[in-house]
């Protein structure tokens, strides 16, 4: 058995979840196919970066819909915080802050 080649992020490795999600649909894998490693690297980590196995569920799916309909990134995310080859804004820091005092 074959496994077709998925391009993955710049920090992230492609979790089976979302691999699914994005062969299931030959023209959702045309447009992750068709965004650059820095965006699939935003829809990795606002996949994985989640608190229930619901929720989780649900931005896989979010993500081929999304994706569907135009979007190139996730809506309202701060951004992947697990990228090294940048430091952090002070916007993005600033909601980590606030993030870890709730």
Partial sequence: MTT???SGGVVHEMPADLRKALTADKEVLEKWEGLTPLARNEWICWTINVKTDET???????????????????????GCIH????PISPSVQWVLNKQRKS
Avoid at 83 to 86: H, P
């Fill in 4 to 6: 077709k080649q998925i």
């Fill in 83 to 86: 990228r090294t080859d940048k």
């Fill in 56 to 78: 989780r569920k649900k931005h896989v799916e979010r993500v081929a819909s999304e994706l569907l309909e135009g979007m190139r990134r996730p809506c309202c995310w701060i």
